[in-house]
């Protein structure tokens, strides 16, 4: 990344933070436009901050449509059988934010 005089560090392009992420433009679009990373739009582009990104992936992982409180002891909602966790770019990125790793050679999407 170029320092730029004036600009903040901590706001990316959406190709920053893939390369930072390890994961293709388009998938980190995708994970903005699903609401999965916070990302604020601009024209046809979106700026992430950096600190936001990391927090946000630091958490952990919950299905889409459970709410984080609503599940005690760990039991499916609903007497539902437990589904197992997908494990995709966003629990990639997710993995890396906690981690600090980052190796574009062998992290593929």
Known sequence: MTDTPGRD???LTTAELATKLGLSPQTVRRMANAGQIPALKTGKDFRYSWEAVREVLRQP???PGDAADDLQNDQP???Q???PAR???GYRAQR???TGAHNPTTDTD
């Open 9 to 11: 560090p901590d706001v």
């Open 61 to 63: 992982h919950h299905r």
């Open 77 to 79: 909602a609903n007497d």
């Open 81 to 83: 059988p437990a589904q």
């Open 87 to 89: 494990k995709g770019a």
């Open 96 to 98: 890396r934010a906690r």
